[in-house]
């Protein structure tokens, strides 16, 4: 007996099903049964569930207490396989792989939609295009084809596996949600803000901070509108470009101060004020919806509400239920860590080796125990922070550690060439050839929140194909820092399904997840088992990712009743 089965919802609210063979085709005949959680359900032998997305069949599961241990997205894998043919935009619905299939007109992809409030459904449901499932299992065969003409077939396979598996994570962390006490927003709020005006004005605080500044510049000004700041600093006989933080604080000037107060609550208002509590937070939980894989590093995003950026100080919110802990755990140096794993530096390796501060160790070795030093050039070689000050940096840490800066250079320069570059696992960074502006869209990629603050240039920012076709340095840079993120990426998505396999028998819930940090919701008597979990978890994503290597994932880790003593 088969445990590969394939699933697909029918149109008229049942369902289809079917065994597969080892070659991906039907190896039974397809099925149709009335209840979408009945068949699975009855089913608990199948190993891997092959559907269109998981995003349209998994919610529904959960809603009826249903959990499948592993998944095969259909959609999830074309993406990947697109972008690894050097395809990258082109539709990724089940529809467009069948027309290709078949040499017919490929189907644009539906339009994605914003996330509502308190929503669960999924991201394509509405307007996605059904397929049979017989049309389904001809593209997933078809699938396995191509992984199999991939540069490495078994890291492809790996990586699609563990996207899948991120799949099945992002849905039920929007199950859970994040634990949120609205009373203590409320209260955080109030402290910030002062007291709310009828009509849904700015609060005190702001009303007063923009008294101080028009008051500073001697005529009312507008701090919420940049060009009237601009415009009265102009005014005032100085020259600024933008009202971005770090650029009004180097000023002199009386409206600086109740500025860049200002601009902070402002922001805090607007993004995480009374609107987005009411909006966002039900029955004591915090619902973004995490889209897996939502960026072209793979990195995480969340689709409305702003669940990436919640300020410090809001964190104060989020609370464990009585009697349970949040178990917070960041990676550490997980950057530096990845490039030695995916170089193969010995160097570096040795140093990643240990569990204690990397860019301590690196700086004994090439910095004269600069640690601040090593530091800038090991982040200026990932992010491409080459000249002046960064030139020299990396200068002496290619002498140290010469095929991990070698392989971030090469990187760059196939990036500059318009060339396909892969992660360790083979997710690929499109060439600037054929890439349009709002390729990201168009390939279902959202384009993450970014806070009103956010440092121009900041490396952390994602790239837009279209931008490579003008600018090949940007986009070499980009490449740079694609290799590392990316791969960290797919550590991260590995280092999930683990965790998710460990947390399986228990209570524990995973509910946070962004880049480098994951939070565990359980009871207290669990907590130390959740830390065991994720250690081990890390370790064996390690393996699986790298390969056996000396390099080693720590976190730190705290056990908390709220997320803001984490830090």
């Known amino acids: 007996m088969t445990d590969r089965w394939a699933l697909a919802p029918a149109e008229d609210g049942g369902v289809e099903v079917a065994p597969l063979g080892p070659d991906g085709l039907l190896a039974g005949p397809v099925r149709r049964e009335g209840d979408l959680a009945e068949a699975v359900r009855g089913r608990p032998e199948v190993a891997r569930w092959v559907w269109r997305s998981t995003a349209e069949v998994y919610p529904r599961l959960l809603a009826t207490g249903v959990r499948v241990e592993r998944c095969y997205d259909i959609e999830d894998a074309e993406l990947l396989l697109l972008g690894h043919e050097g395809r990258y935009g082109e539709p990724r619905s089940a529809a467009a792989a069948l027309a290709r299939l078949h040499g017919g007109p490929v189907p644009a992809d ?105 008051a500073a510049f001697g005529r009312r000004v507008r701090p919420d509108l940049p060009a009237d700041v601009i415009k009265a600093f102009a005014q005032a006989g100085i020259k600024v470009k933008s009202t971005r933080r770090w650029e009004i604080e180097s000023l002199d000037h009386p409206a600086v101060k109740p500025l860049v107060e200002y601009k902070k609550l402002y922001r805090i208002w607007v993004a995480h004020g009374w609107s987005w509590l009411q909006d966002w937070v039900r029955e004591g939980r915090f619902r973004p919806e995490f889209l ?167 490396a952390a920012q994602e790239w837009v194909p279209g931008y490579a076709s003008t600018n090949a340095r940007a986009r070499g840079r980009f490449a740079r820092n694609f290799v590392v993120q990316g791969s960290a990426a797919d550590w991260t998505l590995l280092l999930l399904a683990a965790l998710r396999q460990a947390c399986a028998d228990m209570a524990a819930e995973l509910v946070f997840f962004q880049h480098d940090e994951v939070i565990v919701h359980c009871p207290e008597e ?42």
């Not at 017989?134 to 078994?154: F, G, K, N």
């Not at 178990?327 to 160097?347: F, H, N, Y």
């Not at 669990?526 to 080693?552: M, N, Q, Y």
Request: charged content about 25%.
């Open 110 to 214: 539906p339009p994605q939609r914003s996330a509502e409030p308190g929503s669960q459904s999924s991201l394509f449901e509405p307007q996605a295009v059904h397929v049979p499932l017989a049309d389904l299992v001809e593209v997933y065969a078809e699938q396995q084809r191509r992984h199999d003409r991939t540069a490495s077939p078994e890291r492809m396979r790996l990586l699609t596996a563990a996207e899948s598996a991120g799949m099945l994570v992002a849905a039920e962390m929007n199950r859970a949600g994040l634990p949120w006490s609205a009373e203590v927003h409320r209260r955080v709020l109030h402290e910030l803000l002062g007291e709310r005006y009828a009509g849904g004005g700015e609060p005190r605080r702001l009303a007063e901070l923009a008294d101080e500044v028009s």
């Open 292 to 458: 897996a894989g939502g960026t072209v590093t793979g990195r995480w995003v969340t689709n409305g509400g702003g669940g990436l950026q919640i300020p410090k100080v809001i964190r104060r919110a989020v609370v464990a239920d009585p009697g349970w802990r949040l178990v917070v755990a960041d990676a550490d140096q997980m950057e530096p860590r990845v490039l030695a794993a995916i170089s193969r530096d010995p160097g570096l390796m040795e140093v990643a080796g240990r569990e204690s501060d990397l860019y301590q160790s690196v700086s004994d070795r090439a910095f004269s125990g600069d640690r601040a030093q090593a530091k800038l050039a090991v982040l200026g070689a990932v992010y491409g922070q080459t000249s002046g000050d960064g030139l020299k940096n990396l200068a002496a840490l290619r002498r140290r550690f010469p095929r991990a800066v070698a392989y971030v250079d090469d990187a760059a320069r196939a990036g500059e060439e318009g060339r396909l570059v892969r992660t360790w696992l083979g997710r690929t960074c499109p060439p600037a050839a054929g890439a349009t502006d709002g390729a990201g869209d168009e390939a279902g990629i959202p384009v993450p929140d970014a806070p009103d603050d956010a440092a121009e240039g900041s």
């Open 526 to 567: 669990e907590a130390a088992t959740v830390v065991t979990a994720i250690r081990e978890a890390a370790e064996l994503a390690g393996r699986l990712t790298f390969g056996e290597t000396p390099v080693r994932f720590p976190f730190t880790t705290a056990v908390v009743e709220c997320y803001a003593d984490a830090r």
